[in-house]
C-alpha cells in the first residue's frame, strides 16, 4: 500500500493509474476506521481497480466548541487495517498541506447545507463539501463511496457534483451497525458502558417510526411524536431533532410519497451521534 502525504505525491499515483486505464474509486475517511468504513473498502475494492483511502480530520467541518482536539485517531492501527484489506492507496495529508496559509477559497450548497446537521452545526458542510471537493480535484476518482448514516452529508455532496459537473459518480453503501443495532461510529469510542446502552435509543426511535409506518401511520407529525416519546424515555439522551425529510432536499415532507427520510440526532453524554432510515411508501 502507497501511503501518499502530499498533494503532489497523490496526483502523482493518480495520474499513473489513468495511464494504465485503471478505473479509481476514493473513500473519504476521517480515520478511526471501524466496520462501516471497512463495508465502503469493500465495495470500492469490488467495482474499481484502484482504490484510495483519504485519512483527514478536516478541521474545517468542526465548530468552535466541538471536538476536533480529541477526535479519535490512530493512523497505526488504520493503516495496518487498510493493508489488510489490500487498499491500494492512503492519502494522509496534513492540515498544511491540505488548506495552506493562502487558503480563502470555500464550497458551500446553499439551501441544503443550512439543513438538519448543517441546522445545529453551522458551517460544518460547507468544510465537509470544501474538503470532499478537494479530494475529488487531487484524487481524480471515477466513484467516491460514502456510508447512508452520514444522509445529510449524501445530498449536499450530491447537489454538490451536480452543480459543479464533477465526473464522479457518488456510491451510497447501507449503514454497518453493531449487533444489538447501534449504528457503527467512530464517536462510539467516547461513550462510557451507561452511556453505550443509552445510544441505542436512536435506532429504537427509527424502529418505532417505521413500525407505525408499516401499520398505516402517515402523518408525518404523529410518525415524528412517536419516535420523540422512544428518545425521551432514557434522561441520558437530549435530542438535537428528528426529522422526516425529502432524501435529496432535505426539506420537510408534508406528505410520505415514494422515500422520505427519517433522520435523528441526539446527544448521549457529551457525545453527538446520528442515524436514519428510509421510508418507501
Request: proline share 5%.
Amino acid at each position: 500500500m502507497k501511503i501518499a502525504q502530499t498533494v503532489e505525491e497523490m496526483q502523482a499515483a493518480a495520474r499513473g493509474a489513468r495511464a494504465a486505464g485503471k478505473s479509481s474509486g476514493l473513500v473519504p475517511t476521517m480515520g478511526a476506521l471501524h466496520g462501516g468504513h471497512l463495508s465502503l473498502v469493500r465495495a470500492a475494492k469490488a467495482a474499481c481497480d484502484m482504490v484510495t483511502v483519504s485519512i483527514f480530520v478536516n478541521p474545517l467541518q468542526f465548530g468552535p466548541h466541538e471536538d476536533l482536539a480529541k477526535y479519535p485517531r490512530d493512523f497505526e492501527g488504520d493503516s495496518k487495517r487498510l493493508e489488510a484489506e489490500r487498499v491500494d492507496c492512503l492519502f494522509a495529508p496534513s492540515v498544511e498541506e491540505m488548506y495552506p496559509e493562502s487558503s480563502t477559497t470555500y464550497v458551500e450548497v446553499e439551501g441544503l447545507s443550512q439543513r438538519l446537521c448543517g441546522g445545529s452545526r453551522p458551517g460544518h458542510f460547507r468544510g465537509v463539501a470544501t474538503v470532499v471537493a478537494k479530494l475529488f480535484h487531487i484524487v481524480e476518482a471515477d466513484k467516491a463511496f460514502f456510508g447512508q448514516k452520514d444522509a445529510a452529508q449524501v445530498a449536499v455532496l450530491r447537489r454538490m457534483v451536480r452543480n459543479l459537473n464533477f465526473p464522479v459518480e457518488i456510491v451510497v453503501c447501507p449503514i454497518v451497525r453493531e449487533p444489538d443495532g447501534l449504528a457503527m461510529s467512530s464517536r462510539n469510542a467516547y461513550l462510557n458502558p451507561q452511556e453505550r446502552k443509552s445510544a441505542l435509543q436512536l435506532h429504537r426511535s427509527l424502529n418505532e417510526v417505521q413500525r407505525r409506518f408499516e401499520q398505516g401511520e402517515r402523518n408525518p407529525t404523529n410518525l415524528i411524536e412517536a419516535g420523540k416519546q422512544v428518545l425521551a424515555q432514557d434522561p441520558g439522551v437530549r435530542l438535537d431533532y428528528l426529522s422526516i425529510v425529502d432524501p435529496d432536499t432535505l426539506a420537510p415532507v408534508r406528505k410520505l410519497t415514494g422515500k422520505s427520510l427519517v433522520a435523528v440526532a441526539a446527544f448521549v453524554g457529551g457525545t453527538r451521534l446520528i442515524d436514519n432510515v428510509v421510508l418507501r411508501a
